[in-house]
């Protein structure tokens, strides 16, 4: 698995609406401000995040994208599989690449070790991605924010 481009502003644009909170809907430029990412970019990001019920969008004034569901519903792993494809590092070892792609057939995938080896990796992969949700990934980031604060 390679994390490209767009999944990482992907992940870091949900990031940020995760931690912010609240109903408010968060314009595209300061999206693009707060995230450091192109604007042009950050829109084609929104929009194939909204075609997959992540975000929504409001119009006028106050206007702009915000979370489609809870934070704590909303996995890594879900976006990543969105903007990335499968987790899995090779072919064989992909619960999804099969199914869209019948013809991929390793002459020897019944017995073989590497197979077995990259089912592990996706496995962990997974679990991790799974298993983090951007609820808790902005519960950590608040907390990082709180610890790293002086007081005079």
Partial sequence: MRLSTKGDYATRILMDL???G?????????LAVRTAIPAKYLEQI???LKSAGIVRSKRGVYGGYELAREADSLTVGEVVRIMDGPLAPSLCASRSAHKPCP???CPSEDG???RSLWLEVRDAIASVLD???FAE?????N???VRDMYYI
């Fill in 137 to 141: 990934l902005a519960r950590r980031q």
């Fill in 22 to 30: 609240g109903s408010k809907a968060v314009s595209v430029a300061d």
């Fill in 46 to 48: 929104m929009l194939r």
């Fill in 112 to 114: 073989c070790v590497l």
């Fill in 103 to 105: 013809a991929y057939r």
């Fill in 143 to 145: 907390q990082t924010q």
């Fill in 18 to 20: 995760s931690t912010a």
């Fill in 131 to 133: 298993g983090t949700t």
